[in-house]
């Protein structure tokens, strides 16, 4: 098992651990920003066990209908969050609304208080240690979990933060409009995690910088030829497809050139992990002087 699945299954546990403990605090103050802040909770378990079904599909080799792979399903598990986080957001403002119409009890306990910001620490050390695996392995579920779960972490300090504002105040209307305040920030993370999860579905290059990293290891790998241009890329999950033309002199055999593309391919191979390299060799009539010079 890969330490990514690993973390998405831990994950779905962490998950577990972190709804019965805001569940308690919820039960112990019945305040409706609390019952916001274990809602979330349910949708981290939601998005963690999508997470964790899209690392194993992604993980399955190539086969005759998915010749390119199958590393693009981590972005319809992140879209999925996406949309769960937005439910989740909505049922909030739901309550919300019926804490501004209708009158409710509020008790202020210290106890639901405190293990509410302990599931907080636990999920906070939990989000750090994914982004590191997520982004050490290239893989979008994993990431978006992490975000997600961050993003969780800032609303519960948030809601302690308003709970004691209402003990402090009197003005127990405070209670309801920090879950609004919560939805509304729930809402705005869906939107940035489907948006982004789109953008790979659409194929969108990779990043400036690995564009120009790329551009080095090919210069710095590519000795015996002339250039190469039009350089493209696409994300696909933690995969980076990259395809490129290589120009070489025209009287350049073709084992001589083969050599040049695997020396190219091994080298992105070993400082990109995770490159997938097509070479489009040409002869040097073909050749644009533009681009990436070979040194």
């Not at 989000?127 to 609303?155: E, F, Q, W």
């Not at 050599?259 to 191979?269: L, M, N, S, Y």
Request: aromatic letters at 8%; one cysteine or more.
């Amino acid at each position: 098992m890969s330490k990514s699945m690993q973390f998405a299954l831990g994950s779905i546990v962490v998950g577990i651990i972190v709804l019965s403990i805001k569940s308690l605090a919820y039960l112990y103050t019945g305040s409706i920003a609390f019952y916001s802040d274990a809602l979330e909770s349910t949708v981290n378990i939601a998005t963690a066990l999508a997470a964790a079904g899209a690392l194993y599909m992604s993980q399955k080799p190539a086969d005759q209908n998915h010749q390119y792979g199958h590393y693009k399903v981590e972005y319809f598990a992140s879209v999925f969050e996406g949309v769960m986080i937005v439910l989740a957001a909505v049922v909030i403002l739901f309550r919300a609304y019926k804490g501004f119409t209708q009158s409710y009890e509020l008790s202020y306990s210290v106890g639901g208080i405190l293990l509410n910001l302990g599931s907080s620490l636990i999920n906070g050390l939990w989000a750090v240690a994914l982004m590191r695996v997520g982004r050490a392995n290239r893989s979008p579920a994993l990431v978006a979990d992490s975000k997600h779960i961050m993003t969780d972490v800032y609303t519960s300090v948030g809601v302690v933060l308003g709970f004691i504002g209402v003990y402090l105040t009197g003005m127990t209307l405070l209670d309801p409009a920090i879950a609004a305040l919560v939805a509304i920030n729930i809402l705005w993370s869906g939107w940035k995690l489907v948006k982004d999860s789109v953008a790979g579905l659409m194929d969108e290059a990779a990043p400036e910088e690995e564009q120009e990293a790329l551009k080095s290891l090919i210069s710095k790998y590519g000795d015996g030829a002339l250039e190469a241009h039009d350089l493209r890329t696409r994300h696909a999950g933690h995969v980076t497809f990259v395809d490129f033309h290589l120009v070489v002199p025209g009287e350049m055999s073709v084992a001589d050139a083969h050599v040049i593309c695997d020396r190219i391919e091994d080298g992105i191979a070993k400082e990109m992990p995770g490159a997938r390299v097509s070479i489009h060799v040409e002869p040097e009539n073909h050749a644009k002087h533009s681009g990436i010079v070979v040194v």
